[in-house]
């Protein structure tokens, strides 16, 4: 991965009004990677892939996919070309069918597989035949995601891919997912809810928070240096004694994000008692950077 | 032609293919129904006016076949079907975002291609269907008037016919950017009461009636004097491009 | 064979898999020169990150239990299997410490979770001594 990553920006910018939905944001995403992003709504998710994939332009600041710059008309036509948008709405246009949504798309990518589009249609179960406007939103979701895959992109940016599937069918989606991934080198940066699926299958984490990225590193590095350190103190804990700690009783505990032996050891020395060290969950992580944002 | 560039105007044509067949079908309808009730003495039974002529110049024309025909076909019905065409037909298929359509939108959005190429294709195929509904229908005209024994000139019929589209346009440029400013719902209640608006120019004070859209699209110039009315067709193409231009503008600018 | 690791547990997939891989070959179901799952298989059947599996697959090679050759894929090495049930026997013996802690533990009162307690505080103490001898 000496390459350029595929996702770069710099002081990213989208204002609405008075509203900056995107507020000077920093990315990088490296070429091979699945990424999860994560964020509360109205954290900037769908603006920001939107921006990348063209359908909005930047108030200011730098962004560039593959190179190409997202202010500039004509590249992004051309970054287009390589890579694949799927909204969250999965609407389609018209009253189309779903072999000529198929055909359509295939028309605009020379690169299209209709190898995997044919596989996908049977793993996903989808007829050539019906309607658009007839699907369910999980079936509209799947055909989304093949039309996505087949084209022979090289970047994926998918908004909420599983939300609204059951189980099973959001499981045979990531197997699709992951099976790509393994095929050729293809970079994925996916927003979504669903925690546990950026656990799995991700492996980096981006989380955003009110337009700025809060966190951006690679899962295992998260999940190894994370641990969360719970202190009993006698009586009541010392007052400040650690930034962001939750105080309940005479218990104090708080997420470190590295060497946690520096704070068990000046928590042993403040009196405490007892000292727990334990490993943190992806959701714990992110709702900890969700109510401490703003470093 | 490129398969991405066949495409466009393929998705274009599926987009409007069944207003178009519609509305040919009604015009053609239109012709037979005039030819069906063409009176056996046309003098006796002559309409007493038409749309954007004053009474005194229909009083004033000849009671023969070819005014009969001018003022039924081009003076009455295809002027007031064309605009049906058009409401139906107008449209760069670039909502606004916000609104059912523009999800649908967004998906044709997210292709490789440049929005000014999706909606200039829309824009200009609305044009060509309308144009040729309307020609075909009035080559009709001239084919089918010796059934009731009449003739009706081929060259004049073209040239109303080119004139009726030609008046349509300006209508037809404000409608596409309606569409893509308000939306396409209500289409019909928008192309209606612009109907009724331009209707009311044209009996508003003799002053008006030189800028009437509905008068250059009869062609009465042409008819009485064979004298093409090329102030009238520039300004009506001038007001399309203007509008054209304007919806372009905003479209390409617009987040989605 | 394999089964999907566990996203939420505190261990990162990679480590997960490559003690799958190990057990495999401790209890005999990989046995030494057999081929392991290709990386997408593995990554496709699991519903895991293909650099995941590869992340798993390169350690592995690293410490021995497995080799990749170059367009053929990956194998248990021939002392790899030697080096698991040396790994095996020091790991019986392991447990046999533990299960005499935890027995004692056990009739001393304690329950699961404090006895998970003790454990996590004493890893970290070895940890910072560790540490400070460097």
Redesign the interface.
Known sequence: MDQEPVIVTRELRKV?GKISVIDGLNLEVPR???CGLLGRNGAGKTTLL?MF?????PTSGEGRIFGLRIDR?AER??I??SA??V?E?K????T?TVA??IQ??R????RWRSDLAEEYLRTFDLSLNTHAGKLSKGARCRLALLLAMARGADLLLLDEPTAGLDPAIA?QS??AL??L???QEITVLFASHQI??V?????RVCMIEKGRVVLNDS??EL??SYRRVQFVFESKPPAAAFENAHEDGRTLSLLVKRN??EV??RGTSMGAQ??????????DIFLEHMNGAGK | MSPSNTMVWYKAWTDTRRYFRLGAMILIAMVVGMYMSYPGEPDKEFPHGAIALSVEQVRSLPHDARSYIWLHWFGNTLVVWLPFLAVALASAGMPPPGGAAASGAIYTLSMPVSRRKLASVRIVLGIIEMAVAALVSSLLVCAAAPLVGQAFSVRESLVHALLAIAGIVSFYGVLVFLSTTVGELHKAVLGAALLFLYGMLTFLANGFRRFSMLRLMTGDMYFLRGEIPWGGICASVGVALVMVWLSLLIIERRDY | MFWKPSAGSGVPIYLQLMEQVKHAVETGALRSGEQLPGIRKMAEDLVINPNTVAKAYRELEHEGVIELRQGFGAFVTKNGAAAESRERRRMQNAQVVVKGAADHLAALGLDEQQMRRLFETEMTRLRESSGREK
Do not use: C, N
Not at chain 1, 53 to 57: A, F, I, S
Not at chain 1, 91 to 94: A, K, R
Not at chain 1, 199 to 203: F, G, V
């Open positions: 609405y091979g990677s699945i939107k994939v063209g359908l909005t332009r008309s036509i051309e287009r070309q694949a948008f909204s709405d609407m389609f246009p018209g189309a000529e949504i359509f798309t028309a605009f990518y020379p499981e990531l197997q992951v099976s991934a393994g095929q546990a699926e656990e799995q299958i991700a492996d899962l295992d999940k190894s946690p032996d068990v050891a007892s000292v727990d060290v334990a490993p943190v969950t992806l959701k």
